[in-house]
């Protein structure tokens, strides 16, 4: 009680980041086989019918996707990437023939479609979070140094390209395969090395700071609680989960902004716990727990259902485990924030 009144309080301290060497195994050091998909299509478009090797591209893409959701728990950005690129031009290809891409222009078109789903990720990472939250797992890597040498990389490749062609550059057939061909497929390749490098790297000189950001909407002494899926059956938890990468003041400011999106009131998230949970890809995160306290019921813009306390020692319903370690320190926060501040 007494940590957690003093948690309450000082909302503004500082807490230091809890950091473990990150215990990879083998699975977990290969993420970027989410690349192969693409490296596959790339190099088979040369070889094999365009139509027929797109969606041999995009089924397995899928296919690597769903178990990667279902086995692993995990949503690797780089299948992700290859299931809407990919599957983009698939589609174009499928049902408009030539109308959409022009004959010999394929492999720039899906690298054109590549790029812009990468940009899509880099410059509104919050579309990918919602995406994560809402199916229940959790984010253990980070895509966005590949997802900038994608986007750099492509960009100046069919700037290129496009350069060359408005030039009527007479090029040889081995210029013209190198630039078509090779260009693209080296571009995700080095991604692949860079990937695997790096994440061999940070598993042996860094420490993980991957935060889970959680927050508690309480009103009245009572515990906003909504229910989720998770593999197998549904259980109730705290509303707000966000994955976020940062110090615990970016996480604050994170979670202000985040509370924002739910209700209108003016009470900021209070920080009130910070413990450390090893998630299934073998990556120590960071669980940051935050109350927001709002006056009125109606105030808060998400769908679940306040709970007293003792409602829920009683009937005892399905929880989440995470909640289970929360429990009592939420008991006393709204207690404290109920008594002391309303």
């Not at 139509?51 to 397995?60: I, K, Q, S, V």
């Not at 000189?205 to 549904?234: F, H, T, V, Y």
């Amino acid at each position: 009680m007494n940590n957690t009144v003093i948690l309450f309080v000082d909302s503004l301290r500082y807490i230091e980041n809890s950091e473990q060497d990150m215990s990879m195994n083998l699975r977990n050091k290969i993420v970027s086989i989410g690349l192969v998909p693409i490296i596959i299509t790339l190099i088979g478009l040369h070889f094999f019918p365009n139509t027929e090797m797109l969606g041999a591209g995009l089924a397995l893409s899928i296919i690597m996707l769903g178990y990667n959701i279902l086995k692993m728990k995990d949503l690797n950005f780089f299948l992700l990437l290859g299931t809407f690129g990919i599957g983009t031009c698939f589609f174009l290809r499928l049902f408009w023939g030539y109308k959409y891409i022009p004959l010999n222009t394929i492999t720039p078109t899906v690298e054109f479609s590549l790029m812009i789903f990468a940009f899509i990720y880099y410059s509104a990472p919050e579309l990918y979070k919602d995406v994560v939250s809402k199916l229940g797992i959790r984010v253990c890597f980070s895509y966005k140094f590949e997802t900038k040498i994608i986007i750099i990389l492509s960009s100046v490749h069919l700037l290129l390209l496009y350069i060359i062609k408005t030039l009527n550059h007479d090029w040889s057939p081995e210029g013209r395969f190198f630039m078509i061909n090779v260009v693209p497929v080296s571009i995700y390749i080095i991604c692949l090395i860079v990937n695997t490098l790096g994440i061999h790297i940070v598993a042996k000189i860094e420490k993980s700071r991957q935060n889970i950001i959680r927050i508690a909407p309480i009103c009245n002494g009572k515990l906003m609680l909504s229910q989720k899926n998770i593999p197998s059956n549904k259980v109730w938890d705290i509303p707000i989960e966000r994955n976020f990468e940062g110090n615990i003041d970016d996480c604050r400011k994170y979670a202000v902004k985040t509370a924002g999106r739910f209700t209108t009131n003016d009470v900021q998230p209070r920080l009130i716990l910070q413990y450390g949970e090893e998630c299934s890809c073998g990556i120590q995160n960071n669980i940051l727990l935050f109350i927001l306290p709002i006056k009125d019921e109606k105030d808060i813009k998400i769908e679940g259902r306040f709970i007293g306390f003792d409602e829920i020692n009683k009937s005892s319903p399905q929880l989440n485990p995470h909640i289970k370690k929360e429990l009592e320190h939420l008991k006393d926060a709204a207690s404290l924030w109920k008594d002391f501040y309303l």
